[in-house]
Nanobody
């Protein structure tokens, strides 16, 4: 059984910072890509940032220059450092990963349970 577990959400004032973590655990052979999405009430889920093996990253225009995604391969963990937070960043943040289970030859998309980020004064 493979799981993605997020942590680090919370309430922060505008202009503040938060760091999200997402750790994959279980019988994992490899992870190709990891990333963060978010979903605000009444809105569609949107990509925030992704990183693939080799270090290439991709960001939504709305977070470029403010958010940084990084990955610690030895721990199967991805981080999202969020700076200069704005009220419009308020959402549930979900971790996503393309995981190859041990003994399998294909990748499976997986989602974490989500962590709430609220930016408010």
């Amino acid at each position: 059984q493979v799981q993605l577990v997020e942590s680090g959400g919370g309430l922060v004032q505008p202009g503040g910072s938060l760091r999200l973590s997402c750790a994959a655990s279980g019988s994992i052979s490899s992870i190709r890509a990891m990333g963060w999405f978010r979903q605000a009430p009444g809105k569609q889920r949107e990509l925030v940032a992704t990183t693939i093996s080799g270090g290439r990253t991709n960001y939504a225009d709305s977070v470029k220059g403010r958010f940084t995604i990084s990955r610690e391969n030895a721990k199967n963990t991805v981080y999202l450092q969020m700076n200069s937070l704005k009220p419009e960043d308020t959402a549930v943040y979900l971790c996503n990963a393309e995981v190859m289970y041990s003994g399998r030859a294909y990748y499976t998309f997986m989602w974490g349970q989500g962590t709430q980020v609220t930016v408010s004064s």
